[in-house]
């Protein structure tokens, strides 16, 4: 065999782990069964206590922790690979989470067939399946890894992959911290969207997979569209931004994800269609007055047909989600660009803005505005 020298620990390190990566993409399950999983009775983990001095982090709505000198070696958008190890002998472990629509898929293209370990579940519910498998020749390290793949998805359409992996050290050696790294890690209940951080963590939202869009390229500027009910959505940081709403419309005081907020409701037939009930196009404008560290506001605009703003991924998306992450008081009193702001609050608290009010005279019948009296507003 012949060997690659490296000026670089480093780079050498970063190369065994990008091919052991690869690890999970080469695997081979051999002519298993078709019903193979269902011979097995999922084993339960038991969940370790975790160090306080490991780091938490939060990647795509999944929160994890890491031991101390852990080290980033590898990431990307739907993958990141952390290492403790030497850099000179090449020797510790590896940590890797990565969300995939079909990983069997990527099991079935190798030559490799790895040893089933059945299922594990968690504590919260979710079952993942278990391989383990030998690091791969080109690694040219010894090594071990297990692989565990969600049965059910984790974030839209996409499974979680977490992999564990030793290189020059017996894999047992290190159980512990193995079951550690899988004990803190936390994600929603099966069957709950994970809650999404946008806009560099501003916002935690739960999306769910009736949602298309939400990747941009701006990092001030989200647009979503719903893939079954005609709507958008449109989520900005910085000025207020009332996008096409007519001059003189009037706010409403509203609490809207657990914060102070000006809605503002009209018809928007420009930005919508007619959806054969001659009923027009509605916008919903939503501005925070709860303003960011660095000043900045949040807006969010809602366009659709009537129905859109009944859906249920809608509802659920803002009624669950935490709302503003590092917020500071209110921003001064002050008409938003083209409205005339709500500031007759007084001593009664804020109308509740769960429920999107058509413009107009006519009201949602699905969840009508109420005072904290309880009254219809």
């Known amino acids: 065999m012949t060997h690659t020298r490296f000026r670089s620990p480093l780079a050498a390190l970063c190369l065994t782990l990008a091919l052991a990566l690869a690890l999970a993409r080469t695997l081979g399950l051999g002519p298993l069964p078709a019903l193979a999983q269902d011979l097995f009775v999922p084993i339960p983990f038991e969940p370790v206590e975790v160090p306080a001095d490991w780091d938490s982090q939060r990647i795509e709505g999944l929160t994890l922790r890491l031991p101390p000198g852990a080290m980033t070696v590898h990431e990307s958008r739907d993958e990141k690979l952390w290492a403790l190890a030497d850099m000179d002998s090449r020797t510790g472990i590896a940590f890797s989470i990565r969300y995939d629509d079909n990983p069997e898929r990527d099991l079935r293209r190798g030559k490799i067939p790895p040893e089933d370990a059945g299922l594990v579940v968690f504590p919260d519910g979710h079952i993942f399946h278990r391989w383990r498998a030998p690091l791969p020749e080109n690694a040219d390290v010894p090594g071990k890894a297990e692989i565990l793949i969600s049965e059910r998805p984790v974030r839209g359409k996409d499974k979680l992959v977490l992999m564990l992996m030793a290189m020059n050290t017996p894999f047992e050696a290190h159980r512990a911290k193995f079951d550690i790294f899988l004990s803190g890690i936390s994600i929603p209940a099966p069957g709950k969207p994970m809650a999404l951080d946008l ?145 007759a609050r007084g001593t009664a608290a804020p109308r509740r803005a769960a429920a999107f009010r058509r413009a107009g005279k006519e009201r949602s019948p699905a969840a009508p505005a109420r005072d904290r009296a309880g009254r219809l507003v």
């Open 199 to 343: 806009l560099e963590g501003v916002l935690r939202l739960p999306f769910d997979v009736t949602w298309s869009g939400l990747r941009g390229s701006h990092p001030d500027r989200i647009h979503m569209s719903m893939k079954d009910t005609p709507g958008r959505l449109g989520i900005t940081r910085g000025e207020y931004d009332t996008g096409p709403m007519p001059r003189a419309t009037r706010g409403q005081a509203v609490t809207f994800m657990g914060q102070p907020a000006q809605l503002f409701a009209f018809e928007d037939g420009s930005a919508t269609v007619k959806d054969g009930e001659g009923q027009k196009g509605q916008a919903r404008i939503v501005l925070l007055e709860t303003c960011l560290p660095d000043g900045r506001a949040i807006s969010l605009q809602f366009s659709g047909m009537p129905a859109f703003f009944h859906a249920g991924s809608l509802i659920r998306a803002f009624a669950e989600g935490p709302g503003v992450a590092g917020g500071v008081p209110p921003l001064p009193a002050r008409n938003p660009a083209g409205g005339r702001a709500d500031r």
